[in-house]
């Protein structure tokens, strides 16, 4: 019979957010398969739970996954852990998670805490709609590219940084996303937790002694993606938007239609001025 893989979310500061259902999954299971098996054992022995521990990191997934896909298909239970918070957001746990569905063994979520979460339901910004990017490349040219993708984003969007970065970080978003709200959330759950809500300029004229990680939320555009294409096509000459569609393969009359409902005209008012074409 197969084992089971149990995905366990950890506290992120405050160790008395573990739930019940988490410490028994883990006082249970054959493995406990941790980001850092240090910091996991710290954790383990704060609560008198003695179990054999496996390293699982984001630089050993591919081949640690596969040690693990045996032991499960022998039958041992297994749980991974992250240093803190859910395993598989911005941490170890997707590739071990693809493998199981390969190899059909169940995997169970175990819900917990998760920084981006708790963040963006204290921020003020819309819970609505969001995107968590997570990470950004520490190569400016990719966190520009990054950026440039996600600027007509009307959706609250959620990164994680950490201290050394977070300067940069913010110039790349005053440069790229303009002066936008932000909230800048520090060492969720733990002492010295902080919501700094501010626009990035001021943020970034004030910031000193930056400490702990941080979960950087921004505030959604104001302006669509579509808003600014349908601008741009408004700005073509009917004769321009013709062309253009014309280009792409479309026949007249697809062209009309296409070219009324950008404008938000009647098609006959459009079919008047290409009468001869």
Avoid: W
């Avoid at 071990?96 to 917990?112: L, R």
Wanted: net charge negative; glycine share 6%.
């Amino acid at each position: 019979m197969k084992g089971k893989l149990y995905l366990v979310a950890t506290p992120i500061g405050n160790l008395e957010d573990i739930t019940f259902r988490a410490l028994k999954v883990l006082e249970r299971v054959d493995l406990i398969a941790a980001e850092d098996t240090r910091h996991t054992l710290g954790l383990l022995n704060h609560f008198n739970i003695s179990k054999p521990l496996i390293s699982y990191y984001k630089q050993n997934e591919k081949t640690k996954s596969e040690i693990l896909i045996n032991k499960l298909l022998e039958g041992q239970n297994i749980a991974v852990v992250s240093d803190a918070g859910t395993p598989g957001i911005s941490d170890p746990g997707e590739e071990i998670v693809k493998a199981c569905i390969e190899a059909e063994i169940d995997i169970i979520p175990i819900p917990g805490a998760c920084a981006f979460v708790n963040a963006l339901i204290a921020s003020g910004f819309s819970t609505k709609e969001f995107s968590f990017i997570g990470f950004l490349s520490a190569e400016k040219k990719e966190r520009k590219e990054k950026l440039e993708e996600l600027k007509y984003e009307t959706k609250t969007l959620i990164f994680y940084e950490a201290p050394h970065k977070l300067k940069t970080m913010l110039e790349s978003l005053l440069e790229v996303l303009g002066d936008r709200k932000i909230v800048l959330a520090k060492e969720i759950t733990k002492i010295h937790e902080t919501f700094i809500r501010d626009n990035v300029s001021n943020i970034l004229n004030n910031i000193e002694n930056i400490k702990g990680e941080f979960v950087i939320l921004v505030e959604g555009s104001d302006v669509s993606k579509k808003d600014v294409e349908l601008d741009n096509l408004n700005n073509l000459t009917l004769e321009e938007h013709y062309e253009m569609y014309g280009k792409q393969g479309f026949d007249k009359k697809e062209i009309i239609k296409k070219i009324a409902k950008d404008r938000g005209v009647n098609k006959n008012e459009i079919y008047k001025n290409f009468l001869d074409k």
